[in-house]
Structures are given as structure tokens and as C-alpha cells.
């Protein structure tokens, strides 16, 4: 069964200072991973896409880092702010093994939720 | 920028009640989703939907579920008789092609209570 497994469940850390999420799937077959970030009572907001070749990419801020070998990835916020408080979100697409268009299922982690306090 | 909207933002309901969730997708995509969030929880796939017809669903999107794209514009979450355990938030969301790496862009949610 396709899992992703996010650590630490939550984070609190202090404006202006760095930090690192982290994401473990067990998804096949693998397509493509994502960052997504969700306020509270919003939907979520991608931030990166990474693909099996890829092992960083940033979005500002935001760096995220693939290793397809050990099926885990990173997240991480360089200066939070107080605006980066939300539940940061891993999620792996899995392609479908049977043709058909937009064919790839998304699997979700639980996310971590980061508070950023001054 | 393009966003996808829903509608109503909160809804309440009783037990046993039909409710029918309302999304617009940005105008030029072609794949729809809808997804739920009971509280607390993960983001669980619901369905996807594509050229009019539902390409792929969950083990959660059993008979009492529905979609439908009414007008070209809709994209609609139907539950027909509504239990407890259907209390969530429900997220649509749309991408443009069939591309592995194109994004899927989510509306802000429709949160559902069943009383």
C-alpha cells in the first residue's frame, strides 16, 4: 500500500531562524513528489514538484530535496517568517499502471505543522 | 491569477440529507479532483474526472457519492443521504493537462457538518 510518512508531526521555532521537514514514501511507481503548504481551513498550495532525476529544487525560501535510492525527501525553510506557520504537506504521485489520461494518483502525508513565533 | 472556487464555504446538514458541493475550476483545465480532510487527518483522494466521465476513485467514493460537470464550468460533489462520518472538508481541485508534473491547483474547501 502506498504510504508517505512525515516527521516531526509538529514544529515550533523562532522567527527568523532555519528548519527542515522531512518526508518517507513508499509509493510505486514513483512519479513525482510534492510540497505542498495548507493554512488553516484553506487548500493546499504547491510549492515544489520534484521527478525521479531531480534532487533539488527551490521555490524561494523553500528548498526541497529528493533521494529516490532511500525514498525520502526534505523541506526546508531558510529565515521563517511569521506568514510560514501552516502545515507543510509531502505528497508522492504514483503512476497508474494501466493507460489512461491524467493517470497518477496522489497520496498524501499527515504534514507537519510549523509554528513560526517572534 | 486563475484560482478554483467553492461554494458554499460551510455547510450543515442533517443525517440522511443530500448535499451537493459546488466548485468552478480554472477555465482551461481539463482534469478535476475532489478530495476530503476530516479534521485532524490527511487529504484523502475522492475522485478524478475527466472528458465528462470519472477517470479513477477511491475506495471512499462508494455509491452514495456523485460527480457530475452540469455546465462546462460546474464541477459538482453530490452525497445522498449524508452520514456522521461524512463530516469534513472537502477540497476540489483542477489541473491543465495530462502532464506528470503539472500542478494541481486547489480551492479553498468546503467545510460539511453532519449533525
Known amino acids: 500500500k502506498n504510504q508517505v510518512e512525515q516527521s516531526p508531526q509538529s514544529l515550533i521555532i523562532l522567527e527568523g531562524k532555519n528548519c527542515t521537514l522531512q518526508?518517507?514514501?513508499?509509493?510505486?511507481?514513483?512519479?513525482?513528489l510534492r510540497w505542498y503548504k495548507q493554512d488553516t481551513g484553506r487548500g493546499p498550495v504547491s510549492l515544489t514538484i520534484?521527478?525521479?532525476?531531480?534532487n533539488t529544487k527551490s521555490n524561494g525560501r523553500y528548498t526541497a530535496t529528493l533521494d529516490a535510492d532511500t525514498k525520502q525527501s526534505s523541506l526546508h525553510i531558510t529565515a521563517s517568517q511569521l506568514s510560514d506557520s501552516a502545515s507543510y504537506i509531502c505528497?508522492?504521485?504514483?503512476?497508474?499502471?494501466?493507460?489512461?489520461?491524467?493517470?497518477?494518483?496522489?497520496?498524501f502525508g499527515k504534514g507537519t505543522k510549523l509554528s513560526v513565533i517572534p | 491569477e486563475p484560482e478554483v472556487t467553492q461554494t458554499p464555504s460551510h455547510q450543515v446538514t442533517q443525517m440522511g440529507q443530500e448535499v451537493i458541493l459546488r466548485c468552478v475550476p480554472i477555465s482551461n483545465h481539463l482534469y478535476f479532483y475532489w478530495y476530503r480532510q476530516i479534521l485532524g487527518q490527511k487529504v484523502e483522494f475522492l475522485v478524478s474526472?475527466?472528458?465528462?466521465?470519472?477517470?479513477?476513485k477511491s475506495e471512499i467514493f462508494d455509491d452514495q457519492f456523485s460527480v457530475e460537470r452540469p455546465d462546462g464550468s460546474n464541477f459538482t460533489l453530490k452525497i445522498r443521504s449524508t452520514k456522521l462520518e461524512d463530516s469534513a472538508m472537502y477540497f476540489c481541485a483542477s489541473r491543465g493537462s495530462s502532464g506528470a508534473t503539472d500542478t494541481q491547483y486547489f480551492g479553498p474547501g468546503t467545510r460539511l457538518t453532519v449533525l
Open positions: 520534484m521527478t525521479f532525476s531531480e
Open positions: 505528497v508522492v504521485s504514483a503512476r497508474r499502471l494501466y493507460s489512461g489520461a491524467g493517470s497518477y494518483q496522489l497520496t
Open positions: 518526508c518517507n514514501y513508499t509509493v510505486s511507481p514513483f512519479s513525482n
Open positions: 474526472f475527466y472528458n465528462n466521465e470519472i477517470s479513477e
